[in-house]
């Protein structure tokens, strides 16, 4: 898969710093991609299952949840 990302003139003058403008481009890449292949990546979509120490031990999309 390709695809064009577009900075402005204006976007590149507004983020004269490289990180700002490299989060920017970060953003407008991810933003783009979701787009296209429709991922959600909300809180609603994506669930945590967390041990008692805190850690992540899995990753559960709504879809998988039996209700």
């Not at 979701?34 to 945590?48: A, L, M, P, Q, V």
């Amino acid at each position: 898969m390709s695809m064009k990302i577009i900075i402005t003139e204006e976007e590149i003058k507004n983020n004269s710093n490289n990180d700002a403008l490299g989060e920017l481009v970060r953003k407008k890449y991810w933003d783009q991609l979701k787009d296209i292949s429709h991922i959600k990546n909300d809180d609603e979509t994506i669930h945590f299952e967390v041990d008692e120490d805190g850690f992540v031990v899995s990753i559960i999309k709504s879809d998988d949840i039996e209700e």
